[in-house]
T-cell receptor
Framework: GAGVSQSPSNKVTEKGKDVELRCDPISGHTALYWYRQRLGQGLEFLIYFQGNSAPDKSGLPSDRFSAERTGESVSTLTIQRTQQEDSAVYLC?????????????FGPGTRLTVT | QKEVEQNSGPLSVPEGAIASLNCTYSDRGSQSFFWYRQYSGKSPELIMFIYSNGDKEDGRFTAQLNKASQYVSLLIRDSQPSDSATYLCAVWGQGGKLIFGQGTELSVKP
């Protein structure tokens, strides 16, 4: 079946502009996660959704970052007034959370470059 | 102390050898453990998960879990150059989310 998809795959934006990143989880997966990965670094947790609610937003780096999820499906991560330090790959993952083992499956990521 | 620790490597092994990747975690209440492989420029790919003490085998991969020692490892038998990647250990803890280690870079030399 279809995996997690993300769009756009690449985004180049000017400092100060707003960007929206989109994630389509695996059909039926109730949990959705956003991570950031800077070049050569590990995964940095940003936020996760269970259904349409976000029990844990602790990883969002600043109030410029926000995310929403509608219809227990698509999620968008919005970064306002982008800064150069926001340049990274933004990864989305989804999980069924009904299997009891909670494995997450990742999308291909969106590479964001802020110039 | 980091919640999930891995040696960053690089770990270099010759083709055909066994590669051993190790991970320790701090949350004694952790329940499920995962290994992901990440090729350069790609997203992480789930290889295995384990939640019971002991070994779990899948093809050339064996995950080993020792909850008393808070230690999980991944063995790759008959290593191939195509196994060269960064391997991420992840732990599902009581906080309700996966905690990832920084990853171990594996290089398999022909």
């Amino acid at each position: 079946g279809a995996g997690v998809s993300q769009s756009p795959s690449n985004k180049v934006t000017e400092k100060g502009k707003d960007v929206e990143l989109r994630c389509d989880p695996i059909s039926g997966h109730t949990a959705l996660y956003w991570y950031r990965q800077r070049l050569g670094q590990g995964l940095e947790f940003l936020i996760y959704f269970q259904g349409n609610s976000a029990p844990d937003k602790s990883g969002l780096p600043s109030d410029r970052f926000s995310a929403e999820r509608t219809g227990e499906s698509v999620s968008t991560l919005t970064i306002q007034r982008t800064q150069q330090e926001d340049s990274a790959v933004y990864l989305c993952a989804s999980s069924s959370r009904t299997s009891g083992t909670y494995e997450q499956y990742f999308g291909p990521g969106t590479r964001l470059t802020v110039t | 102390q980091k919640e999930v620790e891995q040696n960053s490597g690089p770990l270099s092994v010759p083709e055909g050898a066994i590669a051993s990747l190790n991970c320790t975690y701090s949350d004694r209440g952790s329940q499920s453990f995962f290994w992901y492989r990440q090729y350069s420029g790609k997203s992480p790919e789930l290889i295995m998960f384990i939640y019971s003490n002991g070994d779990k085998e899948d093809g050339r991969f064996t995950a080993q879990l020792n909850k008393a020692s808070q230690y999980v490892s991944l063995l790759i038998r008959d290593s191939q150059p195509s196994d060269s990647a960064t391997y991420l250990c992840a732990v599902w803890g009581q906080g309700g989310k996966l905690i990832f280690g920084q990853g171990t870079e594996l290089s398999v030399k022909p």
